[in-house]
Each structure stands twice: as C-alpha cells, then as structure tokens.
C-alpha cells in the first residue's frame, strides 16, 4: 500500500466545479503558481478526526462524540488570536496560564482534554491548533 494505514486524504487546492456548471470557462493554471507549502497559519477546519479518538468512540460506542470531534473548528494561536485581537505571543502566555499547554509546542493533559492538539504538514512540521471557541479566553 503506498499510502499506509494513516492516510488521512488530500486537500482541493483548485476547483472549478462552480464555474464548469455555470458554463464558464476557467482561465488557464500553470501548476507552479501554486505554493509548495501550505501556510501552517492558515484557518484549519478539522475534518477528520484522530485514529486515537476513532478508536476511543467506537470503544465506547458514544458516536456523539464522535460527531462532535468531527466538527470541532480549530485554529493556529495566530488565527485564534485575530479573532480577539491578541498576538500569538499572548495567545500562548494566555494558554499557559489556564495551564492548557506547558509552552508553545507541549499541550497539557488539560489542554488535551478540551480538544487543543497537534496538526502537522506533510514535511512533518507539528503545531498546536486550539478550538475555536478557546476564543472567549482571550
């Protein structure tokens, strides 16, 4: 298998559905007007959720939970911060006062309790992402 068993399935970059139904014609993309990375600061919406929390509620045949996982919106400190006006400097001094993570790359058991985690890129990069609704701590 070329993919292995945590293949969790690819982002659109590009999609001209809208326009082909309406009839219109997409102008020309040259593959490299696309950047090579994707900016980790970026709003990430969870799509997918962890295999370990798969496993945790279908363990528990709760799949509420499982739902609830799933649509959980999540930020970069960056994004989350915008939302308030605080910098990332402050959204992490905020987050380790309420002791939801040890520092700006450690999450806390408490922080993993009310859904901060850990998103990655593809280069193997690793940062926390923080629901969205952390927003009112702010």
């Not at 559905?17 to 900016?39: A, G, Q």
């Not at 997918?48 to 970069?76: G, M």
């Amino acid at each position: 298998m070329i993919l292995g068993k945590d293949y969790m399935g690819s982002d659109d970059l590009l999609d001209f559905t809208e326009s082909l139904l309406n009839e219109d014609l997409p102008e020309r993309k040259n593959i490299f007007d696309f950047d090579t990375e994707i900016n980790m600061n970026a709003e990430i919406e969870t799509e997918r959720i962890s295999r370990d929390d798969f496993i945790k509620a279908n363990e528990n045949n709760n799949i509420q939970v499982l739902k609830e996982i799933k649509t959980i919106k999540c930020l970069s400190a960056t994004n989350l911060g915008k939302l308030k006006d605080k910098s990332f400097d402050e959204v992490i001094e905020i987050m380790t006062i309420k002791n939801y993570i040890f520092d700006k790359q450690t999450i806390s058991p408490e922080g993993e309790k009310i859904g901060i985690t850990y998103k990655s890129n593809a280069q193997g990069k690793k940062w926390i992402v923080y629901p969205e609704s952390l927003a009112e701590l702010l």
